[in-house]
């Protein structure tokens, strides 16, 4: 185990993360098929609720299909990183990156989903882009689906509610890895998989309004159960083709704390964690643990295996736990659900002894180190942190500097907690900060919730030259990766 309990190993991978529909842009270009997040329109701050940008329907893919709505797609335009691919690798190389964490956009590689033979043009992009990052010896972490459901899966199958679309899943990891074997060895399979309880639609391609007979959270958790046994599936092929691979579960970690020592609360932040680490469980100990079986029967919700998929999840778990980590949450059985956009957990209320960021999430450093001890003493595997950062309204001051101060701060307090757990004895692999260029955000698609150490001249309505420029944080950074995280 290459640990040391004071600071981060020598091979500590730090770097960027990234997801192709929010940086790419091209969504038609070269053969590329739709994909569910290309549809998300941009919703003005004020006319939203949570977090989410929009619950998806049926009539509303259908009006889009037709041009009937002329809302805008950010997530359709990106940062243009299809184009600017090599500008931006040569910034992150600037930085010092050890790792560079994108996704492959499924849609690219079989435009809709079910293709017999995938897309030429789509393979050799990202090959090109591989190529660019091994000249400067930046490991590629890849996501395999990152939100990005081609959307004629969605229209043919209603996404992954339909087990056939395993079966399209394995095709497309298949052939990306017999195609990158020689470049990418650190996979991921879905992107904050527990998503899909939240949005089924974001997390799995899924118009829940064509299912009238069954509710939310039954079809999220039968649309689940198929990404677990698909990428139990992945993983046994990353491993047969690609020797060293290791494939990796990515979750979006709600770490949750009781309000109040009253034993109801300990008993809600208890039952909330268990909801989000089930995911986990799953990918990391390859069974369903027996807490969730309580939770389904109060629930109503019958999950249906087919034979062979216990033992499929069983022989196949994953190499290491990825997570992403924002904030944490707190719930109490004696107060008011807070409405806010971080509080995806039911009955989540403010921390009082956190602040927030300009849009509600609850800044929790300490947190982190929670949730990777507990992680670490659940699991025993090696983790990777591969998501974390601050999204903030910037400024650019005549001279065309941006003093991101509070990004710095939050990232190194986060860094710190990070040291802190590996004094606590955890094997962490490596830090993909978020959003390293400033892109389209996942559950707003605005850019002016920028989390960039470069930063991108557009804004929400498209407008702007793209012109990339440094941040104060671009240089706090490179003498971050460059000390090893010693100098914060
Ligand atoms: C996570 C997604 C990322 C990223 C991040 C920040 O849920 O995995 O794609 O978007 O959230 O969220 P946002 O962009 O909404 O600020």
Same mark, same amino acid.
């Given at each position: 185990?290459?640990?040391?309990?004071?600071?981060?190993?020598?091979?500590f991978?730090?770097?960027?993360?990234?997801?192709?529909?929010?940086?790419?842009?091209?969504?038609?270009?070269?053969?590329?098929?739709?994909?569910?997040?290309?549809?998300?329109?941009?919703? +003005?701050?004020?006319?939203r609720?949570?977090?989410?940008?929009?619950?998806?329907n049926?009539?509303?893919?259908?009006?889009?299909?037709?041009?009937?709505?002329?809302?805008?797609?950010?997530?359709?335009?990106?940062?243009?990183?299809?184009?600017?691919?090599?500008?931006?690798?040569?910034?992150?190389?600037e930085?010092?990156?050890?790792?560079?964490?994108?996704?492959?956009?499924?849609?690219?590689?079989?435009p809709?989903?079910?293709?017999?033979? +995938?897309n030429?043009?789509?393979?050799?992009?990202?090959?090109?882009?591989?190529?660019e990052?091994k000249?400067?010896?930046i490991? +590629?972490?890849v996501t395999?689906?990152?939100?990005?459901?081609?959307?004629?899966?969605?229209?043919?199958y209603?996404?992954?509610?339909?087990?056939?679309?395993?079966?399209?899943?394995?095709?497309?990891?298949e052939?990306?890895? &017999?195609?990158?074997?020689?470049?990418?060895?650190?996979w991921?399979?879905?992107?904050?998989? &527990? *998503?899909?309880?939240?949005?089924?639609?974001?997390?799995g391609?899924?118009?829940?309004?064509q299912?009238p007979?069954?509710?939310?959270?039954?079809?999220?958790?039968?649309? *689940?159960h @198929?990404?677990?046994?698909?990428?139990?599936?992945?993983t046994?092929?990353?491993?047969?083709?690609?020797?060293?691979?290791?494939?990796?579960?990515?979750?979006?970690?709600?770490?949750t704390?009781?309000?109040?020592?009253?034993?109801?609360d300990?008993?809600?932040?208890?039952?909330?964690?268990?909801? &989000?680490?089930?995911?986990?469980d799953?990918?990391?100990?390859?069974?369903?643990?027996?807490?969730?079986?309580? #939770?389904?029967?109060?629930n109503?919700?019958?999950?249906?295996?087919?034979?062979?998929?216990?033992?499929?999840?069983?022989?196949?778990p994953?190499?290491?736990?990825?997570?992403?980590y924002?904030?944490?949450?707190?719930?109490?059985? @004696?107060g008011?659900?807070?409405?806010?956009a971080?509080?995806? *957990?039911?009955?989540a209320?403010?921390?009082?002894?956190?602040?927030?960021?300009?849009?509600?999430?609850?800044?929790d450093?300490?947190?982190?180190?929670?949730?990777?001890?507990?992680?670490?003493?659940?699991?025993?595997?090696?983790?990777?942190?591969?998501?974390?950062?601050?999204?903030?309204?910037?400024?650019?001051?005549?001279?065309?500097?941006? @003093?991101? @101060?509070?990004?710095i701060?939050?990232?190194?307090?986060?860094?710190?907690?990070?040291?802190?757990?590996?004094?606590?004895?955890?094997?962490?692999?490596?830090?993909?900060?978020w959003?390293?260029?400033?892109?389209?955000?996942?559950?707003?698609?605005?850019?002016?919730?920028?989390?960039?150490?470069i930063?991108?001249?557009?804004?929400?309505?498209? &407008?702007g030259?793209?012109?990339?420029?440094?941040?104060?944080?671009?240089?706090? #950074?490179?003498?971050?990766?460059?000390?090893?995280g010693?100098?914060?």
């Amino acid at each position: 185990m290459s640990k040391t309990i004071n600071g981060f190993n020598e091979h500590f991978l730090w770097g960027g993360a990234t997801a192709a529909n929010q940086v790419e842009g091209a969504f038609d270009e070269d053969g590329k098929g739709l994909s569910t997040a290309d549809m998300v329109p941009f919703i +003005p701050k004020e006319k939203r609720g949570l977090g989410f940008a929009i619950d998806v329907n049926s009539q509303y893919i259908q009006d889009v299909l037709a041009e009937k709505t002329n809302d805008i797609y950010p997530k359709r335009f990106g940062i243009n990183f299809y184009h600017t691919y090599k500008e931006d690798i040569a910034l992150f190389a600037e930085l010092g990156f050890k790792v560079f964490r994108l996704s492959i956009n499924w849609s690219r590689i079989f435009p809709n989903g079910d293709d017999e033979q +995938p897309n030429e043009a789509g393979l050799q992009f990202y090959e090109n882009v591989f190529k660019e990052l091994k000249k400067y010896n930046i490991e +590629p972490l890849v996501t395999l689906s990152h939100y990005e459901t081609p959307l004629g899966l969605t229209l043919k199958y209603n996404g992954w509610y339909n087990r056939k679309v395993i079966q399209y899943f394995t095709r497309y990891a298949e052939t990306v890895f &017999n195609r990158y074997k020689d470049y990418v060895k650190y996979w991921l399979t879905f992107n904050e998989i &527990n *998503v899909i309880t939240h949005s089924p639609y974001t997390g799995g391609g899924i118009l829940i309004d064509q299912i009238p007979e069954k509710n939310s959270d039954q079809i999220a958790y039968q649309a *689940v159960h @198929h990404q677990f046994v698909a990428s139990a599936l992945a993983t046994k092929l990353a491993h047969e083709i690609i020797p060293d691979a290791k494939v990796g579960c990515m979750l979006a970690r709600m770490q949750t704390y009781p309000v109040t020592n009253h034993p109801d609360d300990i008993i809600k932040a208890q039952e909330q964690n268990d909801l &989000n680490l089930f995911f986990t469980d799953v990918h990391a100990k390859g069974q369903y643990p027996d807490y969730m079986n309580r #939770y389904f029967a109060e629930n109503d919700i019958i999950v249906e295996k087919a034979d062979g998929d216990d033992e499929i999840l069983k022989n196949h778990p994953v190499d290491f736990i990825s997570f992403s980590y924002y904030m944490s949450i707190s719930v109490t059985t @004696h107060g008011e659900n807070d409405e806010t956009a971080g509080n995806l *957990v039911k009955g989540a209320v403010k921390n009082q002894y956190l602040e927030s960021s300009d849009w509600g999430w609850q800044i929790d450093p300490k947190g982190l180190r929670v949730t990777l001890r507990d992680f670490y003493n659940r699991y025993g595997k090696p983790l990777f942190i591969v998501e974390n950062g601050l999204g903030a309204y910037d400024h650019v001051e005549e001279d065309g500097s941006i @003093h991101d @101060h509070y990004r710095i701060d939050y990232l190194k307090k986060h860094i710190e907690q990070m040291k802190e757990a590996v004094k606590d004895g955890v094997d962490l692999m490596g830090y993909t900060a978020w959003g390293p260029i400033d892109l389209v955000s996942f559950s707003t698609s605005e850019m002016s919730k920028r989390y960039g150490f470069i930063y991108v001249d557009q804004d929400d309505y498209g &407008n702007g030259t793209l012109k990339r420029s440094k941040k104060d944080s671009f240089s706090w #950074y490179q003498n971050v990766i460059a000390t090893n995280g010693e100098d914060l």
